[in-house]
Nanobody
Framework: QVQLVESGGGLVQPGGSLRLSCAASGFTFGTYAMSWYRQVPGKERELVARISSTGGIINYADSVKGRFTISRDNAKNTVYLQMNSLKPEDTAVYYC????????????WGQGTQVTVSS
């Protein structure tokens, strides 16, 4: 059974940091590109960051460049999102996804983890 399980979300103050993890199982993790998306009520789901299967190519949304870092550990079947200098507008449900091609549609989704940035 394919599973993507996010963890690490929570409540943080503006300017704080948070590290999200996504543990994958049930597919060949090392051959898939991995992505982090986020969504808030009333807005479309936004691609935050994407990393290629071996980590050689990384893309970020303009809104998070310089603040967020995506990484992966293929030996652990895990992808991470380090979030620094968090802003209230970063508040969203963050989702992990996988895709077999860089430009392709995500094949699988996690259940999401809530990130709330508030003082």
């Amino acid at each position: 059974q394919v599973q993507l399980v996010e963890s690490g979300g929570g409540l943080v103050q503006p300017g704080g940091s948070l590290r999200l993890s996504c543990a994958a199982s049930g597919f060949t993790f090392g051959t898939y590109a991995m992505s982090w998306y986020r969504q808030v009520p009333g807005k479309e789901r936004e691609l935050v960051a994407r990393i290629s299967s071996t980590g050689g190519i990384i893309n970020y949304a303009d809104s998070v460049k310089g603040r967020f870092t995506i990484s992966r550990d293929n030996a652990k079947n895990t992808v991470y999102l380090q979030m620094n200098s968090l802003k209230p507008e970063d508040t969203a449900v963050y989702y992990c996804s996988s895709q077999s091609r860089w430009i392709g549609t995500p094949n699988y989704w996690g259940q999401g983890t809530q990130v709330t940035v508030s003082s």
